[in-house]
């Protein structure tokens, strides 16, 4: 079984910095893609940022330049680092890995359960 666990969620000014953490744990073969989305109250689940196994990077027009996505292989942890956050940015955040685990021999999709993150203004 897989677990994705997020961390570093919580409230802040306008202007502040976070950075969120989300570490997959369970019997783990390989990890592909890891991404951070995010859903705001009344609205769909938009991408924010991912990361592919070989490091290259796509981010949200929105958050471009101002954000930065990275991963630990070895630990299984994708990061998202948001910088000059605004109040638009208030949303839970939701990490998503695409791996194969031991149990199943197909890549598959895995979500965490979510923080929040919220921006005053």
């Known amino acids: 079984q897989v677990q994705l666990v997020e961390s570093g969620g919580g409230l802040v000014q306008a202007g502040g910095s976070l950075r969120l953490s989300c570490a997959a744990s369970?019997?783990?073969?390989?990890?592909?893609?890891m991404g951070w989305y995010r859903q705001a109250p009344g609205k769909q689940r938009e991408l924010v940022a991912e990361i592919t196994s070989g490091g290259s990077t796509n981010y949200a027009d929105s958050v471009k330049g101002r954000s930065n996505i990275s991963r630990d292989s070895a630990k299984n942890t994708v990061y998202l680092q948001m910088n000059s956050l605004k109040p638009e940015d208030t949303a839970v955040y939701y990490c998503?890995?695409?791996?194969?685990?031991?149990?199943?021999?197909?890549?598959?999709?895995?979500w965490g359960q979510g923080t929040q993150v919220t921006v005053s203004s």
């Open positions: 998503k890995m695409v791996l194969t685990s031991r149990n199943f021999p197909f890549r598959n999709s895995y």
């Open positions: 369970g019997s783990i073969f390989s990890i592909n893609a």
